[in-house]
């Protein structure tokens, strides 16, 4: 791997963790500071795609900046240095949005618990959170 290529590889590793993250402003269902209200399909499409968020992985502290655009392209932009990348999303009918970048692969499903906004690997309720998210 050429010296060139390593910030992109490091990229690549830190947006696989954060994995598309993203926030929205308007609550999809009233949810207590204890309970995750994960986001629909329908509430991804109109209040995600076409917002740039900022992302913050839980476990690196490191924050990137994402645009998922109307049309299916993705594009990430690390704040700490370490490069950018595009690719591709798709969403699933459960609410899980995919992303491909550079031949790798990561979902995530988006949830607001109290006025905070995450995502995580699954939907299970005490599945940790990989990314806090919020508009950039």
């Known amino acids: ?3 060139a290529q390593r910030p992109l590889v490091r990229l690549v590793a830190v947006l696989s963790l ?3 993250a993203w926030a929205v402003t308007a609550p ?3 949810a207590s500071d204890d309970e995750r209200s ?3 399909k329908p509430e991804i499409q109109t ?3 076409g917002h740039g968020i900022l992302s913050k992985n839980v476990a ?3 924050l990137s900046h994402w645009e998922f655009h109307p049309d ?4 990430a932009v690390s704040r700490n240095g370490l490069g950018s990348a ?3 999303w798709t969403l699933r009918d459960d609410g899980q949005m995919c992303v491909n970048m550079l031949g790798r692969s990561g979902c995530r499903y988006w949830f607001r618990k109290g006025n905070a906004f995450a995502n995580s690997d699954t939907r299970a309720p005490d599945a940790q959170a990989v990314a806090e998210v919020s508009y950039d």
């Open 1 to 3: 791997m050429s010296f």
């Open 18 to 20: 954060a994995a598309s």
């Open 28 to 30: 999809a269902q009233a």
């Open 38 to 40: 994960y986001l629909s």
């Open 47 to 49: 209040q995600i795609v």
């Open 60 to 62: 690196s502290g490191k």
């Open 72 to 75: 299916g392209r993705v594009e």
């Open 86 to 88: 595009s690719g591709t």
